[in-house]
């Protein structure tokens, strides 16, 4: 597993594409906290009139928690779609695959790679919180069990991207797929909104689990769903990898 | 199975849907024997090659590699084998020390033996003045090394070889062919290929195959020796007069003797003469042609090439196949409605 671990992580930085994503998705959220701040700061203004202080962490943190729980959906996709997909066109695979190393193990080892590449990524972004920090007194309980609820969403996604990207030899088709049923994820919270469907479709919303999270409410349904969600993905994957075995 | 055994395939057969792509392959390979796969393109070279290599596992039939059964024992299967296949799949954005590294480390190798495994591999290849390199920008003759280097980096005792030589310029190829010789000294070696002069060269024994079936098994020699339908005898002699080919037709054992019209060299002219090949007639017609007084230029044996055993049998296999292919046919729809009947319940 560590050799293919060291693998990937080596091909994501050896690359501009690991470089690109991270430094593309540090602007966005860069842009989204000095936003943020400015509209908090007008908030607090007016609000000073008013006998109420605006409580920061309901209005600035978690926003920007879930807003980064957002952006990966867009940036994910990008990260999974070579994880087998390239293998698959090049043949690596099969010589990969007559290895002495389970499926298990490739599976693992690509999943960790990507992670490390979003762990940078949600690290840098941690500089935002630590500027509010200094500035004003913040939850960071609640900030911290939102950047756990980040990591099981990453993780979550990226075992779907990789399940995508093991399905063919084109990348294309592999975000294209990811993109979709991550768009899916979320367009179940907006049918949340409407209401006579709230109870089917909403916990089905990989964002309202997030949400909860950001809150600083570690509930084990959030964990359950990022969990299963996750094992049915690498599940998929690896009989995706077997069905070599037994297609005919 | 003996113990010497190294690789024991028995009926080996693999179908991709109503396609059979190996049809009932039995082979032994012994310890330090380089074998050869013979056969035209789509004869089940390749399809074999991933069984033994444990890409996919076989419908029916069994093989044990170094001990270990490819159904059972995968993992031990595959750590007992270096595998390069066909058209040399590598990671273009790694160099090739660390790609390498990476096959060393994915085989097992403890990192206590990595630097000595690996620089052992590329010395082997004659890789170390490209170990830096990226793999993208390296010749196709340098490719195939690497492609053998990450095969033996961890000394497996078997090693499979898919078209090691498909590409390459003849000089590349000779190379390619030295090193697999070398390497047939220390393990044992499987190598397929379409091209004739390759195994007889490199190969100890051959297995020629063809849609699917093995039709011959034997070594580069025998097989000369028993595809030999006859002996023929080249004899050139020069200015013979017009009663030569008369004469050589009346030496005992001489079946036909023909005149060949091209005429090499001033005043000299060929007779093919064929005899069957339990009577060797060089003696008789060497006396002949001398008690006559005649110039002997030439007499020597024609051989019949492995070239010209290849496509004999393969051609002869064809035939019997469209004798057998109306058979065949009725066979199949019979299955077909068997099953059709077994998901209706």
Known sequence: MYAVFLREVKSYFGSIMAWALIAVYLLISGYLVAFSLEDYSQFSMSAMQGMQMPNINE?????????????????????????????RRSGTLDLLLTYPITEAQIIFGKLLAAMTVVLLMLVLTLSGFIIMGRLTPIDWAAITSGYVGLLFMAVCFI????????????????????????LMLWIFSAVDKLGFLKEKFGDLSALNHLNNMTRGVVDTQDVVYFVALSALFLFLTARVLESRKWRG | MSKSCMICAENLTKRFGQHTAVDGVSFQVEQ??????????????????????????????????????????????????????????????????????????????????????????LERCNLENVQNQLIATISRGYRQRVGIGQA???????????????GLDPAQIKDIRELIKELGRS???????????????????????????????DTPEN???????????????????????????????????????????????????????????????????????????????????????????????????????????????????????????
């Open chain 2, 223 to 345: 097989l000369e020796r028993k595809m030999q339908k006859g002996n023929r005898f080249r004899v050139i002699l020069l200015d013979p007069p017009a009663e030569a080919e008369q004469t050589l037709r009346g030496i005992p054992g001489v079946v036909s003797v023909s005149k060949l019209d091209d005429e090499d060299r001033a005043g000299h002219v060929a007779f093919m003469v064929d005899t069957p090949s339990d009577c060797d007639a060089s003696g008789s017609i060497a006396s002949a042609v001398v008690t006559k007084g005649w110039n002997l230029v030439g007499l020597q044996a024609e051989k019949m090439s492995l070239e010209d055993i290849f496509i004999d049998i393969v051609q002869s296999d064809a035939s019997a196949d469209e004798r057998s292919a109306g058979a065949e046919q009725a066979g199949e729809d019979a299955a077909d409605s068997d099953k059709a009947g077994e998901d209706k319940e």
């Open chain 1, 59 to 87: 209005l600035l943190v978690q926003p920007l928690l879930s807003t980064y729980g957002f952006l990966l959906l867009f940036f994910l996709p990008l990260l999974t779609m070579r994880l087998f997909a390239e293998e």
């Open chain 1, 159 to 182: 075992s779907m991207g990789m399940w995508a990207s093991s399905l063919s030899g084109s990348q294309l088709v592999a975000a294209s797929i990811t993109y979709g049923g991550l």
């Open chain 2, 187 to 217: 393990s044992t070696v499987i190598l397929s290929t379409h091209i004739l002069p390759e195994v007889s060269l490199t190969c100890n024994r051959i297995v020629i195959l063809n849609h699917g079936k093995v039709v011959a098994t």
């Open chain 2, 152 to 166: 033996i980096v961890n000394e497996p005792p078997v090693l499979i070889f898919d078209e090691p030589t498909v």
């Open chain 2, 32 to 121: 330090g024997e380089v074998l050869g796969f013979l056969g035209p393109n789509a004869a089940g070279k390749t399809t074999t090659m991933k069984m033994l290599t444990c890409y996919f596992p076989p419908t029916s039939g069994n093989v044990t590699i170094n001990g270990y059964n490819v159904m059972e024992n995968s993992l031990e299967v595959r750590r007992s084998i270096g595998f390069l296949p066909e058209n040399v799949p590598l990671y273009n954005d790694m160099t090739v020390r660390e790609y390498i590294e990476f096959a060393a480390r994915a085989k097992g190798v403890r990192s206590a033996d990595l630097d000595s495994k690996v620089k052992k591999a």
